[in-house]
């Protein structure tokens, strides 16, 4: 586990891992810092596989050149009150998985 307010990431701190697991946690002022996009463009560059969860990631950085092409999402609102969900058919971790949000503030 890293933990990127304490120690900064570099490209060279993923490359050995054939996935990586970001949680930006309930911020969402800096959930990706310009610095950490860049380390994780780098990585998905380079054949790496990223999984992100963060309570407001596309409040955040939804209109970044990152948030579209490398995590290929489109920011549209920033509440759906949307609360079960089905995994998206064909992708390689939530395939035929299903996911209810509880509690009062989504991925916190």
Not at 6 to 18: G, T, Y
Not at 28 to 48: A, F, K, M, P
């Amino acid at each position: 586990m890293w933990d990127t307010k304490k120690n900064s990431i570099s490209s060279d701190d993923l490359i050995p891992f054939n996935v990586v697991i970001w949680f930006t946690g309930d911020d969402w002022r800096t959930t990706l810092t310009s610095s950490e996009q860049s380390v994780l463009q780098n990585y998905l560059d380079n054949g790496g596989n990223l999984f992100i969860s963060g309570q407001d990631i596309g409040y955040d950085i939804g209109y970044t050149e990152f948030y579209s092409n490398y995590l290929h999402a489109e920011y549209i609102s920033d509440d759906t009150n949307i609360y079960d969900i089905e995994g998206i058919t064909g992708d390689h971790i939530s395939d035929g998985l299903s996911f209810k949000i509880k509690g009062g503030s989504g991925a916190s």
